[in-house]
């Protein structure tokens, strides 16, 4: 597969909110999914802590985010990375 058309680790945690939104073309979506189930463990080792923070801010731009916010990003996360291992 052509390299550019790989998403690597820091982008998948940068626009996974864009991504678990519906915001992306359908390009960049299939890129996306295909990284996470091919890199398991991406959310988990690459600042998942950091990228939820970012999330939650742009999601309701406040600070520090509500506890509720915060599980429902995780949710939908959990969601996504269930429906891709399946
Ligand atoms: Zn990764």
Redesign the pocket.
Known sequence: MNPEER????E??HRIYEYLDGEMTEQDTRKIAE??S??G???K??DLDQALKALVKRACNCEPAPEALRMQIMARITTVRIELSE
């Open positions: 998403a690597d680790c820091s998948v945690v990284h996470l091919e890199c463990p991406c959310l080792e690459h």
